[in-house]
């Protein structure tokens, strides 16, 4: 049984494609994406459930194959499904909320206003989210993949090199693999929408949203049923530093990557092919 009340909104992409932007202007146009937000703008309790199903699969973010069996077993998603309703419908919940909303309506299933939120795992358990909310809203956010490797590996880079660290990726340490990790992810968000209607997914595209801000928020608030006035969406255009795509790599490394990749499927399908 689904929970009732107002379908959420579900930000998914790859990581480094722009899911925090979109959060961000989405925050800004009146969509609650959670009272518990860390630094990456991710409820800290939807963030716990999609690492719990990870688990279940022996996964992490970064080697996310394992979904792909954990999906295929009617018995392990049914089993998942359970607990995600019931924690969806517990007071767990109420950090998600905050005290107001968890005042007015003591579980998700029965907000009234717009809400939702993002993680892009959500790109691989949005169909253990679609069994307990089938009428969700999905905003899938994709960002050309050699600037996504390129994102990564700086990242990954900075932090340090000692094993110790539980949180750098190995894999993405390297460009060609994390180009790999990139395919995954966009491959797995074709997949999982390929069966919603228009009505229930929106894709953005990150370079769209950083040159025609307002345009794309307009738009996102509209698939979004928020009624946005014309401050309220300069002050979500706000939001969009235009300097953001000007960080496309320029060395040899980089350049190499994209000259291998220009013609990969994806790239291709996106409209990310061509020269350097």
């Not at 009617?74 to 309703?85: I, P, Q, V």
């Not at 340090?160 to 750098?168: D, E, V």
């Not at 997914?201 to 949203?209: H, I, K, Q």
Request: proline fraction near 5%.
């Amino acid at each position: 049984m689904a929970l009732a009340g107002r379908p959420p909104l579900i930000v998914m992409g790859m990581h480094r494609s722009g899911t925090s932007l979109v959060t961000r202007v989405l925050q800004q146009a009146g969509v609650h994406l959670g009272s518990d937000t860390n630094v990456h703008d991710e409820s800290d309790f939807f963030r716990e459930q999609n690492k719990r199903i990870f688990q279940a699969a022996h996964a992490d973010w970064d080697w996310p194959a394992g979904m792909e069996a954990l999906l295929a077993d009617s018995d392990t998603c049914e089993a998942l499904e359970a607990e995600l309703r019931a924690a969806c419908g517990s007071s767990g919940a109420r950090r998600f909320l905050g005290w107001r909303r968890w005042l007015a309506a003591r579980e998700l299933g029965a907000q009234t206003g717009p809400w939702g939120w993002k993680d892009p795992r959500n790109t691989y358990s949005l169909p253990l989210w679609l069994r307990v909310f089938p009428e969700a809203r999905v905003v899938n956010v994709y960002r050309d993949g050699v600037d996504v490797a390129a994102s990564l590996v700086t990242r990954e880079r900075k932090r340090s090199g000692r094993l110790a660290n539980p949180i750098r990726s190995s894999r993405c340490l390297d460009p060609e693999r994390a180009f790999d990790l990139w395919a995954e992810y966009v491959e797995a968000s074709l997949r999982v929408t390929e069966d919603l209607t228009p009505r229930q997914v929106r894709d953005v595209r990150y370079e769209a949203l950083v040159e025609k801000p307002e345009t794309q928020i307009r738009e996102l608030a509209s698939f979004a049923g928020v009624d946005l006035s014309e401050s309220d969406a300069r002050a979500a255009a706000a939001e969009v530093d235009p300097g953001r795509n000007d960080a496309r790599p320029g060395d040899a490394e980089w350049s190499q990557l994209r000259r291998a990749r220009a013609d990969h499927p994806l790239m291709q399908r996106l409209a990310y092919g061509g020269a350097p």
